[in-house]
C-alpha cells in the first residue's frame, strides 16, 4: 500500500466494529494464490457467477476473466457479493485475450491446467498439487476451452464419470475440481497462504467494502486533507 492507502485506512478503522474486522483477519489468514481461477468467454453468467462464490467459499483469492467474444456480467442472485471479497482481473483488451492471460499467469510462476478431455490428460485424483502453483481453466458449456487455451496449457485433468451424460456444467466441474484440490492443498505442508504484503492490499479493500457510503466517505476525506 502507497501512504495515501495507509492513512485512509487508519482513518476507516474506527467506522467498522470489532466482529468485521475478527471475521475480516480470520479469513485472510485463510486466503490463497496457490490455486488460481481462469474463465474462458463464459457467457452464462448465472454458471460463471456460481464459480465466484466457490471460490470464496473455498478461500481462492483471484478468479481470471476471459472475454473474447463474450463480456461476463456478476449475476448478484447467484454470488451472493462474493465478487466483493475476490480479485477479479480481466482480459479484454486484445483480439485473442487467452494468449495474454495465459502469458501472464506463466510469468508469475503459474502452471496451466485445462480442464478438459484431452489426449494426455490424467483423472483429477492424480493430480499433483505438490509441482507448484495452478491456474485451473474453464470453457463454456457447450464449446468447452478454446483451441489456444489446449494448446497453451500445460497440462490437462479430467473428472472421471460413470454416467450416461458426458460432462457436468462448468459450475458444477469448478466446485468438484476445486474442492479436491483446495483440500490436498491444504492438508499438505505446501507454503499456500499469502505474504504480508499481499494480505495488506486485501485487508484494506475488504475494510473499505466494509463501509457504507465509501465513495462519500473517501471524496470528503480527500477534500479534507488535500489529497
Known amino acids: 500500500m502507497n501512504d495515501y492507502d495507509r492513512t485512509f485506512f487508519e482513518f476507516l478503522l474506527p467506522m467498522v466494529n470489532k ?4 471475521l475480516i483477519e ?3 489468514q485463510k486466503r490463497t494464490r496457490y490455486i488460481t481461477v481462469v474463465l474462458e468467454d463464459i457467457f452464462q453468467s448465472h454458471n460463471a457467477s456460481a464459480v465466484l462464490r466457490t471460490c470464496d467459499c473455498l478461500g481462492i483469492q483471484d478468479v481470471h476473466i476471459i472475454e473474447n467474444r463474450n463480456s461476463y456480467e456478476v449475476n448478484p442472485d447467484v454470488e451472493l457479493g462474493a465478487a466483493q471479497w475476490l480479485t477479479l482481473k480481466r482480459y479484454q ?5 487467452t494468449r495474454n492471460a495465459i502469458r501472464t499467469l506463466k510469468e508469475k510462476g503459474y502452471r496451466i491446467i485445462a480442464t478438459s ?3 494426455e490428460d ?3 485424483e492424480k493430480f499433483d498439487v505438490s509441482k507448484g502453483k495452478a491456474a485451473f481453466l474453464f470453457g463454456t458449456e457447450m464449446q468447452g476451452l478454446s483451441k489456444k487455451a489446449l494448446e497453451l ?5 479430467k473428472i472421471p464419470m460413470i454416467g450416461f451424460t458426458e460432462s457436468f456444467n462448468i459450475s458444477v466441474s469448478a466446485a468438484l475440481i476445486l474442492h479436491h484440490v483446495n ?7 505446501i507454503q499456500w497462504m499469502m505474504d504480508v504484503s499481499e494480505k495488506e492490499e486485501i485487508r484494506y479493500h475488504w475494510l473499505k467494502n466494509s463501509v457504507n457510503n465509501i465513495t462519500l466517505i473517501e471524496r470528503g476525506f480527500k477534500k479534507r486533507f488535500g489529497y
Open 26 to 28: 480470520s479469513v485472510l
Open 122 to 124: 490424467i483423472p483429477l
Open 93 to 97: 483488451e486484445e483480439e485473442n485475450n
Open 19 to 22: 466482529q468485521r474486522k475478527e
Open 153 to 157: 496449457a500445460d497440462e490437462y485433468v
Open 183 to 189: 483440500l490436498r492443498l491444504r492438508s499438505s505442508d
Open 117 to 119: 478431455p484431452h489426449v
